[in-house]
């Protein structure tokens, strides 16, 4: 009874109202082509950035009414290219997702190597890579997520990783060897390794993709996650519109709502 008669008295005030009201949302997406969208498509006009409205942060923005959206992530995107989108990002954004740290690793150079080159070549391009992840990669991590946090102090930060490319042993019949499907799939899983420990430090909150890509990624059954290496050249090895949406959105709406 008295809490039916406070509720009464609130709203005869006009504070329930305001008590019960959703706060909106400022979402900010920054990163590279994974969140950009690259290979989904529907580009409008962003340019080379190739921003898609078929990627997860759109996705989500429109998923979730009142949703204040920027969308900054960029193709081709390294740290220091989302430091300059970080400088682009309103102050009181509440929450911001990125995936950055394949381009600085040289992702692109390791598929051209292992494509064009044999086994050894392909396992030492990976190894190389994992040298950097391991060595240079996190401080450059750390100094993205401070400064998402220095600019937008008030943000809940998302880190989201990149997912494995092959299914190893898999219905491919021709193209690259299972050894250099499996040793490019090592490389994504030091690269998602390290961003889950520099998410960690920095209190962000680490989306794993790689359970959602299982039995959708290149050589699966069902193989609908991911381009192969196909035209246009730089959208392969990228998420489709059902990998956008059943690879990313899905696991970060199950992660944040």
């Given at each position: ?192 390794s390290v961003l889950s420990a520099r998410a960690a430090a920095a209190g962000a909150k680490f989306v794993d993709v790689r359970p959602a890509f299982n039995g959708h990624n290149i050589c699966s059954a069902a193989g609908d996650y ?32």
């Amino acid at each position: 009874m008295c809490a039916t008669l406070g509720v009464a008295l609130l709203a005869s005030l006009g504070i329930a109202g305001t008590a019960n009201a959703v706060r909106a949302t400022n979402y900010v997406a920054l990163g590279d082509s994974f969140a950009s969208g690259v290979g989904a498509g529907d580009y409008g006009n962003s340019g080379d950035c190739k921003r898609s409205a078929n990627a997860f942060g759109p996705l989500w923005a429109n998923a979730h009414s009142g949703t204040n959206f920027t969308f900054l992530a960029c193709s081709g995107a390294k740290t220091g290219d989302v430091l300059n989108q970080i400088s682009s990002m309103p102050a009181n954004a509440t929450l911001v997702t990125v995936t950055v740290g394949g381009n600085d690793a040289g992702a692109t150079d390791v598929i051209m190597t292992c494509t064009f080159n044999d086994d050894q070549t392909c396992i030492n391009r990976v190894n190389t890579a994992k040298s950097y992840l391991k060595n240079t990669l996190p401080g450059l991590l750390d100094k993205v997520y401070a400064a998402v946090k220095a600019k937008a102090p008030n943000a809940k930060l998302v880190v989201l990783s990149y997912p494995r490319f092959y299914t190893v042993p898999g219905s491919c019949a021709v193209g690259l060897s299972d050894t250099k499907r499996s040793a490019i799939n090592s490389g994504v899983d030091a690269l998602d390794s390290v961003l889950s420990a520099r998410a960690a430090a920095a209190g962000a909150k680490f989306v794993d993709v790689r359970p959602a890509f299982n039995g959708h990624n290149i050589c699966s059954a069902a193989g609908d996650y991911l381009r192969s290496l196909t035209p246009p050249i730089d959208e392969s090895y990228h998420p489709t519109v059902a990998g956008q949406r059943g690879g990313y959105y899905a696991p970060l709406t199950a992660a944040i709502g």
